[in-house]
Nanobody, 122 residues
Framework: QVQLIESGGGLVQAGGSLRLSCAAS????????MGWFRQAPGKEREFVAA????????YYADSVKGRFTISRDNAKNTVYLQMNSLQPEDTAVYYCAARTVVLTTTSKWDYWGQGTQVTVSS
């Protein structure tokens, strides 16, 4: 069982930056690939970024490539999402998730956090 708690969301102006964190409970964090997802009002949840267990490979949605960076610190049981050049269309609730093998789809992730709101004003 893995519990995930996101933090770092907030209100930012277009062009600004935020860093989201996702802290995981348990001693097996390094056994899980981690992903970030988002859901905007009235839209389906979508994949944003993912990282393998050792952090040696990362994956991004085309919409965030070059602006967002996913990273992890296995010693701190934490995964991060650095978001730069934020735009109003990035406004959403952002979720982190865990599963043993990395995927770039929204389904089949085993554990989910409660989400953190990111709002980008124009």
């Amino acid at each position: 069982q893995v519990q995930l708690i996101e933090s770092g969301g907030g209100l930012v102006q277009a062009g600004g930056s935020l860093r989201l964190s996702c802290a995981a409970s348990g001693r097996t964090f390094s056994s899980y690939a981690m992903g970030w997802f988002r859901q905007a009002p009235g839209k389906e949840r979508e994949f944003v970024a993912a990282i393998r267990r050792r952090g040696d490979s990362t994956y991004y949605a085309d919409s965030v490539k070059g602006r967002f960076t996913i990273s992890r610190d296995n010693a701190k049981n934490t995964v991060y999402l650095q978001m730069n050049s934020l735009q109003p269309e990035d406004t959403a609730v952002y979720y982190c998730a865990a599963r043993t093998v990395v995927l770039t789809t929204t389904s089949k992730w085993d554990y989910w956090g409660q989400g953190t709101q990111v709002t980008v004003s124009s």
